[in-house]
């Protein structure tokens, strides 16, 4: 069974930090890019930030500087540390891994930042 288990969401102030956690199981996750996307109140889900099997690694414009992704392939987890944190990161975080023409989709996790 394949499941993508994201973790670390929170409450948290303006300013702090948070670390999203997201771990793998029941496909090859070496081969797989992964992908964290968040989902506000009222809009659409975007992307954030993706790190490929190769460890390329992108950022939407707005957490440039302020987010890292990060991935241990020997613990099947990618990381998202979130530093700086505004109000608009506030949002549902999902983790998404694809490759080998399949997509999968983990559960998602509130982060909440207050002003």
């Known amino acids: 069974e394949v499941q993508l288990q994201a973790s670390g969401g929170g409450l948290v102030q303006a300013g702090g930090s948070l670390r999203l956690s997201c771990v793998a199981s029941g496909f090859t996750f070496d081969d797989y890019a992964i992908g964290w996307f968040r989902q506000a109140p009222g809009k659409e889900r975007e992307g954030v930030s993706c790190?490929?099997?190769?460890?390329?690694?992108s950022y939407t414009e707005s957490v440039k500087g302020r987010f890292t992704i990060s991935r241990v392939n020997a613990k099947k987890t990618v990381y998202l540390q979130m530093n700086s944190l505004k109000p608009e990161d506030t949002a549902v975080y999902y983790c998404n891994a694809e490759g080998m023409g399949s997509n999968y989709w983990g559960q998602g996790t509130l982060v909440t930042v207050s002003s």
């Open positions: 790190i490929s099997k190769h460890t390329g690694i």
